[in-house]
């Protein structure tokens, strides 16, 4: 776990490597989504506050022996027509490691694939982030379409 979560940081640090402050930059937690209860990184490609970028975070859980850790990544496209209110739509997939314990049939212990469709909060200048989500989530042997998931987080 703690090679996991050490490697997890470093391609977090990676991901922002080499990006111009001007490109949009929202750091924040998730409740719910690809990742269950995560810290997100989320930054465009460009030096844009829209078009395409990516999200990369890291949560799990523990509770009396049993967990796991998530690493969701996701390629996204976010678009707006007055530079605050931004509709984002996206894919990718998140890599689970679970303790043992977890049932192995249980969604919680694979890797799965995951949507995003939903609506974001996102000042032009920096500041309070808010983003609400639908996230169908797809993995071996089971799918929920209606699994969502709720973030705060500062934008800068």
Sequence with gaps: MKKLFLASA??????TAGYSQKAAKV???E???????????????????????GRIGMGGFYIEGEG???IPATINYITSKNGRDYFEIGAGATYVAASSSV????PFRTTSGHFNFGYRLQPKEGGFFFRATINPVFGKGFFWPYYGGVSIGYKF
């Design 68 to 70: 796991a850790v998530f």
């Design 31 to 53: 409740a719910g989504g690809p990742g269950l209860a995560s810290l997100n990184l989320d930054t465009r490609f460009s030096k844009k506050e829209d078009g395409w970028g």
């Design 27 to 29: 750091v924040f937690i």
């Design 10 to 15: 470093i391609l977090l640090f990676g991901f």
């Design 103 to 106: 049932d192995t049939g249980s």
